[in-house]
């Protein structure tokens, strides 16, 4: 039997694009040097959504709401909503959350919605990797790891260093094997 397979030419360039795909932290992070902007703590996140070209919404949204990143039908622009009554630290890992879902997820759906109680339980998959984008990005590991061998090991401190909350990075030091009374 014979198979005919049609070839789409489009297909090819997208496998062209794909060597300049941004799909993890460190080429996120190149991408942000590249364009002038803040790499070193605090990681200019904001920056790096609107040169993306995300348009920033914040809002006053519920409480249990972080953000959402979704795909205008109006426009087909990305769009990130942040709930402007949060803590502008967690405003921060908020939106290196949704940067996660943007690089990595965005042709699997065109809307994340993002919860507080999902960041504590990893609700799925995609949730995990992209709460560990965002702690990738905002707290590499060589700059967290140089700061703790500098000195710097209260807890208060390096978060006010990254721009972070507390208990995001708690987990961070969690998760690159750290432990102590201050780290």
């Given at each position: 039997?014979?198979?005919?397979?049609?070839?789409?030419?489009?297909?090819?360039?997208?496998?062209?694009?794909?060597?300049?795909?941004?799909?993890?932290?460190?080429?996120?992070?190149?991408?942000?040097?590249?364009?002038?902007?803040?790499?070193?703590p605090?990681?200019?996140?904001?920056?790096?959504?609107?040169?993306?070209?995300?348009e920033?919404?914040?809002?006053?949204?519920?409480?249990?709401?972080s953000?959402?990143?979704?795909?205008?039908?109006?426009?087909?622009?990305w769009?990130?909503?942040?709930?402007?009554?949060?803590?502008?630290?967690?405003q921060?890992?908020?939106?290196?959350?949704?940067?996660?879902?943007?690089?990595?997820?965005?042709?699997?759906q065109?809307?994340?919605?993002?919860?507080?109680?999902?960041?504590?339980?990893?609700?799925?998959k995609?949730?995990?990797?992209?709460?560990?984008?965002?702690?990738?990005?905002?707290?590499?590991?060589?700059?967290?790891?140089?700061?703790?061998?500098?000195g710097?090991?209260?807890?208060?401190?390096?978060?006010?260093?990254?721009?972070?909350?507390?208990?995001?990075?708690?987990?961070?030091?969690?998760?690159?094997?750290?432990?102590?009374?201050?780290?």
């Open positions: 039997m014979a198979v005919i397979i049609r070839y789409d030419r489009r297909q090819d360039s997208v496998q062209a694009a794909d060597s300049n795909l941004i799909n993890t932290p460190e080429r996120l992070r190149t991408f942000a040097q590249q364009k002038g902007l803040r790499i070193v605090p990681f200019d996140v904001e920056g790096v959504v609107n040169a993306l070209g995300i920033i919404k914040k809002e006053n949204i519920k409480d249990d709401l953000g959402v990143l979704r795909k205008s039908p109006e426009s087909s622009k769009e990130m909503l942040i709930n402007a009554k949060h803590h502008p630290n967690r921060r890992y908020t939106m290196a959350h949704e940067l996660g879902h943007y690089c990595l997820h965005r042709h699997i065109i809307e994340f919605e993002d919860r507080i109680f999902f960041r504590g339980g990893e609700s799925n995609e949730e995990m990797q992209a709460n560990s984008f965002a702690s990738e990005v905002l707290m590499p590991d060589s700059d967290f790891r140089k700061m703790v061998h500098d710097k090991n209260k807890i208060d401190d390096l978060a006010q260093e990254f721009g972070v909350s507390t208990l995001a990075l708690r987990i961070r030091a969690k998760n690159l094997g750290m432990s102590g009374h201050g780290l």
